[in-house]
């Protein structure tokens, strides 16, 4: 890939984006994360919306981090307009949610996820976390491509 | 958490077989590794047909490796059958493949693929690609807990 992989993290809660970031800084190097916090601004990001049109500092992501709990249009609702759009249909989208329920794995697995984590509650959780992700998604995975 | 976790192979190249059983015991990883040579006895292990109906001794695996190109069932057909089976929804798929030709890839995701990857060259890469794999879908992932068939 000849440009730095990018990131986008859809999470409404502060503390846990700013977890998510730190872990990033620190594991991926280089590799920028973006931030919205709820499902509507998702859509107006990944569809480049207003000033998300500035590529140059809001790049397209290769991963989508989503959290489900979400103002405005849940991680639920985000993922099915992911996957109806002819662009976006094969983006991964990995679920990064505080619920253990069954059921949400089960409807974020319906709705097209390509993985559930279970977000880590401390720093050394995450650091693990989010690493191993990066390792996987972007060192190991060929990535679709989105455009076509 | 999930130490015992089958990982089950889908490979009929015995080299490439060979190599991955290699991999995971030089990687040090607890989760058994059951390989399928093409996709009808993969099918089986699924569906838990003939032999493969003792789980003790073929348990449901929550990740497969899957290669597209095998004899009577191609990668692509398992695929296929996957998504005509949501029994199976909560296994993870990584197709693992030496084509890395776009087409094979988009059809792959289009699919229901969770992820692609290339096989690698040589066992010191295979052993890394191990390591990533385990490290993400054995440790951090959250599988969906799938009924015991």
């Known amino acids: 890939m000849a440009r730095t992989p990018a990131i986008l993290l859809v999470e409404d809660n502060p503390d846990d984006a700013l977890l998510v970031s730190k872990a990033a800084q620190a594991t991926l190097a280089g590799i920028p994360v973006s931030i919205v916090t709820n499902g509507a601004e998702a859509i107006r990001y990944l569809q480049g919306d207003g000033p998300y049109a500035e590529r140059a500092l809001h790049p397209f992501p290769d991963i989508i981090l989503l959290d489900l709990n979400l103002p405005l249009m849940n991680g639920f609702e985000v993922l099915h307009w992911i996957r109806s759009q002819a662009g976006l249909k094969r983006l991964p989208v990995i679920v990064l949610s505080g619920s253990l329920l069954p059921e949400d794995t089960q409807r974020a697995y319906e709705a097209g996820a390509n993985s559930y984590l279970v977000k880590p509650v401390d720093l050394s959780g995450m650091l693990q976390t989010i690493k191993n992700m990066g390792d996987f998604w972007l060192r190991g995975t060929r990535l679709p491509d989105a455009t076509d | ?149």
């Open chain 2, 1 to 149: 958490m999930m130490e015992q976790s089958t990982v089950l192979l889908a490979e009929d190249d015995p080299d490439d077989v060979l190599l991955t059983r290699l991999a995971f015991e030089k990687a040090r990883l607890a989760n058994p590794l059951q390989v399928v040579r093409d996709g009808v006895e993969l099918v089986a292990y699924l569906q838990g047909d003939g032999r493969f109906s003792d789980r003790n001794k073929y348990p449901l695996p929550i990740l497969l490796l899957l290669d597209l190109k095998m004899p009577r069932m191609t990668g692509f057909q398992v695929l296929e059958w996957l998504r005509n089976h949501p029994e199976h929804q909560g296994l993870s798929v990584a197709i693992m493949t030496s084509s890395d030709q776009d087409p094979d890839i988009s059809r792959a995701y289009d699919l229901g693929a969770d992820s692609y990857l290339i096989k690698p060259p040589d066992a010191e890469a295979l052993l890394a690609l191990v390591q990533r794999l385990h490290a993400y879908w054995v440790i951090v992932d959250h599988p969906l807990e799938t009924c015991p068939a």
